[in-house]
């Protein structure tokens, strides 16, 4: 089992030799699609959930070389985790944060691993996870690259949310339905799209399919066909943002049954519950579309290429961009009560401790 | 089940102040309301003869537990309860635990926290912040006890009063 680091990394090379790791991932530099493949090394990206889909992006990820990975999970390996990728019989009963970094540092020890075996949602734990997304880069001293959520329930990713938009960190959420039968991953950048609790976006997309935010362990059903997809999706997405390449899609779906995948814009919902969500909003509201940050390397490239081509100027513009688009209430209206909400009524000078009592009284009646 | 929901939530009202347990001072507030709530709950239950829980919280109202219980066939079944307000409350639903019921049902995870995601995470989504944990109890432990007690019950997976 390999457990140490070599002490130096192996060069990331072009060559091609059978024995260089590097020589395929490097041929796209060659290709012109990645202008500089190996910057990879330089990004950390925190992983929360390494599950069917968190493991497998792992996987992909350390096969790419990049630079770091922070693990969080809470779960231990299982044979009922056996029909999805990754994981092997022999992992079971091991945290899968451990078994994660065992295989990940075999297949490519160049990769930086830390791992948390906790559940994110709790109150101690939570100020840890925000300790390692300000400070989990490759020396320590910086936010990571980017977050991923990989888990399979709302309440963590309504955790990972409350995270980012108060750290305005940029990630990325990814889900398979409990069918198994459709999936999804969606770039959220605080401020500027959507954030988990604008809308909670799986309903909004899956036309109110609400098994989507389902947990995994009761009777979700699961396939590593689906699981695989959505993965390499969030892999691609991925490394077409960490390396600028292509474009990032905001919301892309997957069903399984028509093979239909949808590819939108969500923009933020300005009535959103989470109040750093709409301070965020207000802090972009301002920012002009060109220096907002989801299209911060769309903008880049097209000065690049302006620069270079400028006869093929006309042909190569974007049309205007439209992601300023933002969510209609519709049917979707938060609450729909026609007469006034009734509120609790707590009395000025009611202490916690005399309702407190006052509980412990009642209740011993 | 759907008509107890919507009649709980109708005979509850809402909680006013939008805060969690790192939001200091407004915390407070909120726990104030929580508390005033869950004292109003209680009541009700009292004077409808269906008193079904005990509750209480340490001091900064972040752990909670107690008993409850369900009549299935004029037995009575109870059981520990505990929950945990978690960081990022209320943007994040409250998970119920029954850890003597762990591993006894599907309708659960592991650690007993029950089952709540399909029914319970979205009716939190669309109300919250204006949600409690008076609002929880009577939303997500009672009907999921209503609903797993007899059956666990009938199949003699549970013993009353164990």
Redesign the interface.
Known sequence: MVEQKPPALRVMSSDVHDDNPYSRLMALKRMGVVKNYEAIRGHSVLIVGVGGIGSVVAEMLTRCGIGKLLLFDY?RVELANMNRMFYLPTHQGLAKVEAAKKSLQEINPDVQIETHNMNI???D???QFCERIRNGNLEGNGRVSIVLSCVD???AR??I???CNELDQIWFESGVSETAMSGHIQWLIPGETACF?CA?PL?VSEAGD??Q???E???AASLPTTMGIIAGFLSQTVLKYLLDFGEVSQFLGYNAFTDYFPRYPLGPNPEC???KCQERQKQYAHVPEEEKRMNASRVKREKEEKALQVQQQKDQAHTENEWGITLDGGEDE??QEKKP??????KKE???EE??K???Q??A? | MEQNISTSLESLPFIKTNAGPKDGEQWIERLKEEYMLLIQYIQMNKEEDHDWFNVESNADGTKWNGKCWYIHNFVRYEFDLQFEIPATYPATPIEMELPELDGKTHKMYRGGKICLDIHFAPLWAKYQPKLGIAHALATALGPWLAAEIPVLADQGIIKPNM
Do not use: W
């Not at chain 1, 909400?341 to 707590?346: P, Q, R, S």
């Open positions: 779960d949602c709790t109150l734990n939570y100020e329930n709302y309440a309504m955790t949310n409350s995270a609790a909670p309903v609400e098994n935010i389902k947990r362990g009761v009777c519950t989470d109040r938060q609450v909400e009734a509120f609790v009524e707590v009611q202490t916690l309702l407190m006052s509980m412990k009642l209740q009646k």
